[in-house]
């Protein structure tokens, strides 16, 4: 670890638009990953991207020295093989980093093609013998979310102790999920989608039937049981930063942040953190303080509650105890921004719900903007202070920084009753 730099480890970001796209640059990701057309695990749960953005995607990410993954990590049908062609020539005609993948037949043609792949966790990496197989076609391989760090460890030293090398020629790097949604199924791959409902979790089309609460139900009377009140099949979302320490003392390389269905305030927020993490480890500065205020804007954001994976040794998952978010902050969409004086840094906005008043937090959204988040301590309304606008006023605040036409305005609340 004494040669490595805090420069060494990879943030890896989701997305699924262009606002999210300017989120996780902003976020100081080192690389982001997205789904073009159907043929990625997030095609019905996510925006994303056409053949035609990926010249627009490349060029701004190379712009900021951050690197593009394309998922091209679902089962693929026979008829689905030209499609997938098509993709791959794509990335390789507009510099895209890599491919991940998890289909034979996706590493076979992108490796032929001279493109990088990059295992996804849908291949079930486990052991080192599968390292030794995959290194022949990816130089980076997620490994499986079941694995304990322990695990993790004991492949990255036999990769550095056998000299396990990828195609570019260096040593095979392993990447882990470091946050995000977790599914109950073996590392994601699951058929209750597809059996309840004929639409396949392993074709990007999960319908999600485990986040719903069931019952058990007595067949001899009328008697309907809920365990323990929780979402039985509804893991906690995962969250590594308390232990980002022994993540990286495994010797993991890349971390990678999962969410390509959430919103872009997610990205930059949790990117931010997992980067101040991995800066504070080397600096010497990962403390119980950072810890503390790090999960507490982990918390602030889409969130189903959270533990710690498997990574730690644990035999069991825990359940989430609500649907949905348990997110300590909300956002609600109260206007856009009408023009922007650049010299003044100041923008218009009409708001066209609710109100606003001095003291608000908010966020300043777009496909360029990414994601601006301040706090109102002035608003003028023909050109007079005012504490308070109302639905249909024209109003200005200054910001620190460029927003533009059509951003969109978002009131930031606090979620008053939380279940922690």
């Known amino acids: 670890m004494s040669t490595l730099t805090a420069q060494d480890i990879e943030i890896m970001s989701p997305v699924g638009s262009y606002e999210m796209l300017a989120a996780a640059i902003q976020g100081g990701a080192d690389s982001v990953y997205f789904g073009i057309a159907d043929l990625n695990m997030r095609s019905k749960s996510s925006k994303n991207f056409t053949i035609e953005d990926l010249k627009k995607i490349v060029e701004i990410a190379q712009s900021h020295h951050v690197k593009t993954y394309i998922t091209l990590n679902i089962v693929i049908y026979d008829q689905e093989l030209e499609k997938m062609r098509e993709i791959v020539d794509a990335a390789k005609k507009y510099n895209v980093s890599a491919i991940i993948a998890s289909d034979v037949s996706v590493i076979q043609y992108a490796y032929s093609q001279g493109v990088e792949v990059h295992i996804s966790t849908q291949s079930n990496v486990t052991n080192i013998e599968a390292v030794k197989f995959y290194s022949h076609f990816a130089d980076v391989m997620v490994?499986?979310?079941?694995?304990?760090?322990?695990?993790?460890?004991?492949?990255?030293?036999t990769i550095e102790k056998e000299d396990i090398r990828g195609p570019k020629g260096n040593l095979v790097e392993i990447e882990i999920f470091a946050h995000g949604a977790l599914c109950m199924a073996v590392s994601g791959k699951c058929y209750m989608s597809l059996d309840h409902l004929n639409s396949s979790a392993n074709r990007g089309a999960c319908l999600q039937p485990c986040r719903r609460k069931y019952e058990l139900k007595d067949k001899e009377s009328d008697i309907k049981f809920e365990i323990d009140q929780e979402y039985i099949m509804s893991p906690?979302?995962?969250?590594?930063?308390?232990?980002?320490?022994?993540?990286?003392?495994?010797?993991?390389?890349?971390?990678?942040v999962e969410g390509r269905g959430r919103n872009p305030e997610y990205v930059k927020i949790v990117t931010q953190v997992y980067r101040e993490a991995?800066?504070?480890?080397?600096?010497?500065?990962?403390?119980?303080?950072?810890?503390?205020?790090?999960?507490?804007?982990?918390?602030?954001?889409?969130?189903?509650?959270?533990?710690?994976?498997?990574y730690l040794g644990r035999k069991m998952g825990e359940?989430?105890?609500?649907?949905?978010?348990?997110?300590?902050?909300?956002k609600k969409y109260v206007g856009k921004v009408t023009n922007y004086y650049s010299k003044l840094g100041v923008a218009e906005i009409k708001l066209e719900s609710h109100t606003l008043k001095v003291g608000d937090k908010f966020y300043i959204q777009g496909e360029t903007t990414g994601v601006y988040e301040g706090e109102i301590d002035e608003m003028r309304l023909d050109l007079e202070p005012i504490n308070k606008v109302n639905k249909g006023d024209l109003f200005s605040i200054k910001t620190n920084e460029i927003v533009r036409r059509n951003d969109k305005l978002y009131k930031i609340e606090l979620v008053e009753e939380m279940i922690l």
Do not use: P
Request: charged fraction near 25%; aromatic fraction near 14%.
């Open 278 to 310: 991995v800066n504070a480890y080397f600096a010497g500065e990962f403390t119980k303080d950072n810890i503390t205020q790090w999960n507490a804007r982990l918390a602030s954001v889409y969130n189903r509650g959270f533990w710690d994976g498997y």
């Open 143 to 157: 490994t499986a979310r079941e694995l304990n760090l322990t695990q993790v460890k004991e492949i990255v030293d």
């Open 236 to 256: 906690e979302d995962l969250k590594t930063v308390d232990f980002i320490d022994k993540m990286l003392f495994a010797g993991v390389r890349v971390l990678k």
């Open 319 to 330: 359940w989430t105890e609500i649907y949905g978010s348990q997110a300590t902050q909300k």
